[in-house]
């Protein structure tokens, strides 16, 4: 049975297509680390992003060169762009005027309220949501020294600070991250802000490391908050290609059951009774499953005493015997197939459920 968790209610912004908070599936986005400026390998790396399922992709956007490039870099993106902009609130305006779907800027550090003025009154006319984004690493120095450090009410003071610059505007569109690299950290500032505003967030541990530290440091911390009902859309940042951080944010949704995409492989860890290679099964199984878009659950497991029951609720499964294997549906045994059989078997049977 399907266990719902619990949402936290925020209000609904939208970047370009994609709606975030009020209850709208929590959105996987990335971040593209080609240089900006080359609008064609930016493209590329968009393009295999969103081949991979990223919904929403920001950009650095760190001179003009970089603005000039957004307007093609906009123009062919199969999915929505957010500029990133740091400090100069005139590459904020030109991203804006290149057709952004978003900003990521701190509205406390482009140089006065003026300078908010002007942002916020393109932003407005184009109805571009600016995401705060807070991060431990770049605090201001009056709170690191009114905290004595990095503390989760630091992040949330500063967060609090830039929000009201831009209430003070009264610009509605707006979400919040405050990330940091620590993660009980990160889910103290995230809980306390979500207790005090209710505007989206956009969750994620921050500097997570490589693929192995970083995906584990990414799923706690996130799957923390998800669990708690916090957050409306996710940036898993790991160190190098960013196309993993896409396919560790939806394996985090789905095993939290928050949203759907593709197959779940559930295989059994292995024990004394298993007499196949069941590794090797279970890799050909998912590399076979690569480009499976339905939505299905497929068990691999070591052996028929226990495998067909504890993975019940697999659409479809194979569980390994003595030089052979019996082909499952949803618990139920449907055939015996022989070892050299067993891949092929199960990909017909998964072939043939239904759309
Ligand atoms: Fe062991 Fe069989 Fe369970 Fe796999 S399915 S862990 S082989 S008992």
């Given at each position: 049975m399907d266990i719902t968790l619990p949402r936290r209610s925020t209000r609904r912004i939208y970047i370009g297509n994609v709606p975030i908070g009020d209850g709208a599936p929590v959105s996987v986005q990335s971040m593209c680390n080609?240089?900006?400026?080359d609008s064609r390998a930016t493209l590329e790396q968009i393009g295999r992003l969103a081949a991979a399922g990223c919904e929403i992709i920001r950009v650095a956007v760190p001179d003009a060169k970089a603005v000039e490039a957004l307007t093609e870099i906009v123009n062919h993106s199969p999915i929505p762009v957010i500029a990133d902009i740091h400090f100069d609130y005139k590459l904020a305006i030109g991203a804006l005027r290149s057709g952004v779907h978003g900003l990521r800027l701190n509205?406390?550090?482009?140089?006065g309220s003026q300078n908010v003025r002007e942002v916020v009154a393109i932003a407005r006319e184009r109805q571009v949501p600016i995401r705060i984004g807070v991060n431990a690493g770049s605090l201001e120095k009056s709170l690191l020294e009114k905290y004595q450090g990095v503390t989760a009410e630091a992040l949330v003071e500063s967060a609090l600070g830039h929000i009201r610059l831009l209430e003070n505007e009264n610009y509605p569109w707006m979400k919040i991250s405050l990330k940091a690299s620590s993660v009980p950290l990160m889910v103290k500032a995230y809980q306390s802000l979500s207790a005090q505003v209710d505007y989206p967030l956009h969750i994620g541990v921050t500097e997570a490391g490589t693929v192995r530290s970083g995906v584990i440091k990414s799923s706690v911390g996130i799957g923390a908050l998800l669990a708690m009902g916090i957050g409306d859309t996710l940036r898993v940042s790991l160190t190098g290609d960013p196309v993993p951080e896409v396919a560790t944010g939806w394996e985090i949704l789905k095993s939290l059951g928050l949203r759907k995409r593709g197959p779940e492989m559930i295989s059994c860890p292995t024990c004394g009774r298993c007499q196949i290679n069941l590794t090797a099964v279970a890799e050909a199984v998912e590399k076979a499953l690569e480009?499976?878009?339905?939505p299905i659950k497929v068990a691999v497991m070591g052996c028929v005493v226990n495998g067909p029951g504890e993975a019940r609720e697999a659409d479809v499964g194979v569980a390994g015997g003595r030089d052979s294997g019996l082909l499952f549906r949803k618990g139920e045994v449907i055939k015996k197939v022989s070892q050299e059989e067993m891949v092929e078997a199960l990909l017909e049977e998964i072939r043939n459920l239904p759309a």
């Open positions: 080609t240089d900006t400026r509205p406390g550090n482009i140089g480009t499976e878009t339905r």
